[in-house]
């Protein structure tokens, strides 16, 4: 079945870079996803990947995607302090006629001054 | 715009009582998705609707919980004879078409006593 699975923590200094690491399980996934989820708030979509690319780069951050390994990152250039919150990916296929997303357990990311 | 708005915000009940919950999705989104996210857990799907009725409903845990979406924009998730195991957030999220990028709402945070 599908599985998702994400370090639980990391902890970075303000200015450094943050990578949070991400395995999946299902070679059919079709969209790879990063949600940022801020205490007692929802998800916020930070990025996605089709699962035909190998990076993509907004802004600060960049996805690296190695389809073979079924690895997915997230690297967060120049962590603020307000970046601190949990991070989830989530892998989906549309095979079942919708995307159905499977979520990972979520990173803590806690960035400190 | 207005994004994806849930209500109420917090819910305590009793064992063995009844809740709803409802969802506002993005005017002019078609799909529409609840989840279920238990404490340090990612989210996990329970229903998807498209339009008015409910195209996959194989998240849901057992029969005590029922959506509806009756005019393809709101929708109401229903729990009946809540159990303390029912305790955690509900999320919403919608999305143009089926396909498309999901948008989340702040959740419901259910507590059951």
């Known amino acids: 079945g599908e599985d998702v699975e994400q370090s639980l923590f990391l902890s970075v200094r303000e200015g450094d870079s943050s990578v949070i690491n991400c395995t999946y399980t299902d070679s059919s996934s079709t969209y790879l996803y990063w949600y940022k989820q801020e205490p007692g708030a929802g998800l916020q979509l930070l990025t996605y990947?089709?699962?035909?690319?190998d990076m993509k780069q907004d802004q600060r951050l960049t996805v690296l995607l190695n389809k073979k390994d079924k690895h997915l990152s997230l690297r967060i250039a120049d962590t603020q302090t307000g970046d601190s919150a949990i991070y989830f990916c989530?892998?989906?296929?549309?095979?079942?006629?919708?995307?159905?997303?499977?979520f990972g357990t979520g990173t803590r990311l806690l960035v400190s001054p | 715009g207005a994004g994806v708005s849930q209500t109420p915000s917090n819910k305590v009940t009793e064992k063995g009582k009844y809740v709803e919950l409802r969802c506002d999705p993005i005017s002019g989104h078609t799909a529409l998705y609840w989840y279920r996210q238990s404490l340090g857990q990612g989210p996990e799907f329970l229903i998807y609707f498209q339009g008015t009725g409910a195209a996959d409903d194989s998240g849901l845990p057992n029969d005590r919980f029922f959506a509806v979406r009756p005019e393809g924009s709101v929708s109401t998730l229903k729990i009946q004879r809540t159990e303390r195991g029912d305790s955690a957030v509900y999320l919403c999220?919608?999305?143009?078409?089926?396909?498309?990028?999901?948008?989340f709402g702040p959740g419901t945070r259910l507590l059951v006593l």
């Open positions: 999220a919608s999305s143009w078409t089926a396909g498309e990028t999901q948008y």
């Open positions: 989530a892998e989906s296929t549309v095979n079942t006629g919708f995307q159905k997303l499977v």
């Open positions: 990947i089709f699962s035909n690319m």
